[in-house]
């Protein structure tokens, strides 16, 4: 389990990443995006789904922060933060075939969405 701290320390990283040169806006200047998500897996799948959402994750371009976590009272729910360099390169996440292939694999493995928030990124503590 990541410990707070870590956390953080991810998240202090993925945006000071983001604010370099070239990496913090597109072309067409948009703001940085974030998305923080439920994603109900199938009882005693949570696992299985959680290799697949992190084995997609590399082939998305334009992500700062994928992180994946456990919910504690849930044994079934997952909770998603996405911290990515533009809107357009969230849109643009679901299309590399890699992707597609893991979506295939993980629907089944999925009983329902929670929560949904998209947020803007807009500094850190740590």
Known sequence: MMERREFIGAAALALLASS???????NDMEEIYGLIGQ??????????L????????QAMEGNLLYLVAED????DL??????WRTRTDHANSLKPAAVQAAI????PLIAGFGLRAE????????
Do not use: C, F
């Open 72 to 75: 504690l009272e849930d044994p």
């Open 104 to 107: 295939a694999r993980a629907r």
């Open 50 to 57: 959680i290799a697949i959402l992190l084995e997609a994750s």
């Open 119 to 126: 947020t803007r990124p807009v500094g850190y503590a740590g």
């Open 78 to 83: 997952i909770w998603i933060t996405e911290v």
């Open 39 to 48: 994603l109900k897996a199938n009882a005693g799948q949570r696992a299985e």
């Open 20 to 26: 370099a040169p070239g990496l913090g806006m597109g």
